[in-house]
């Protein structure tokens, strides 16, 4: 399993006590989407969750031109416990530098999430996608008291029924197909009304 620092920091303050939605959000590349967030773009300090409707439908090359341009700055994203290696060809031809990229392939779930808080609440990683199972409450908040110590964009992706519980992310939302590309529903974001109705994002690429 690769290393990543770990985070300084002891500060232990409510999950719901989060940064104001006033702060500048990481542009995500879709115009529309930016629109509909309060920070213009992906909330960063704290937890995104996407859930997707089935694994593989672009909820990845949803983050990419985000994840692009994170690494073309030099910064470092981090890949927790992904269910497939990452492909390369695809992530190069959108625009990421590999050179940038840790892997982390855990050997149980404990671990996985002992790496993910790390890595958040360590701040060396721009962005920290995370792949995590049966995750409950403590966890969750955790991971998103992480990331705010960290200012990391964190990545949770979660199946559809996750939708049905509360979370403490800042950002939810869920991805279906659509013909020309996702749809993507708004289910939470601070800052902003509830109740958007889906946006049409148009995806590119394998």
């Known amino acids: 399993m690769s290393a990543l620092p770990a985070g300084a920091g002891t500060g232990v303050r409510r999950g ?3 940064l104001p939605s006033a702060s500048p959000g990481l542009p995500t590349g879709f115009a529309v989407l930016d629109a509909a967030l309060p920070g213009g773009g992906w909330p960063v300090g704290a937890l995104t969750e996407v859930l997707p409707a089935r694994e593989g439908i672009g909820e990845v090359r949803l983050l990419l031109p985000a994840l692009a341009a994170l690494s073309r ?3 470092w994203l981090a890949w927790i416990d992904p269910p497939h290696i990452p492909y ?3 992530l ?3 625009g990421v530098d590999l050179s940038r990229m840790v892997l982390v392939q855990p050997r149980r779930p404990e671990e996985a999430l002992w790496a993910a808080e790390q890595a958040l609440a360590s701040g060396a990683p721009a962005a920290v996608l995370m792949w995590l199972r049966n995750l409950e409450d403590r966890p969750l908040r955790r991971l998103q008291l992480a990331a705010e110590r960290g200012r ?27 013909e020309t590309g ?13 109740g958007r109705a889906p946006l049409t994002l148009p995806l590119t690429g394998p």
Request: aromatic share 4%; proline share 12%; charged share 15%.
């Open 73 to 75: 700055q030099g910064r």
């Open 182 to 194: 996702v749809a993507v529903q708004v289910i939470k974001c601070r800052g902003a009304a509830g």
């Open 88 to 90: 390369a060809p695809a």
């Open 16 to 18: 719901d006590a989060l």
């Open 152 to 178: 990391s964009w964190g990545v949770l992706f979660r199946p559809p029924e996750a939708a049905r519980r509360p979370s403490p992310a800042a950002l939810r939302l869920t991805v279906t197909p659509a």
């Open 92 to 94: 190069s031809g959108a």
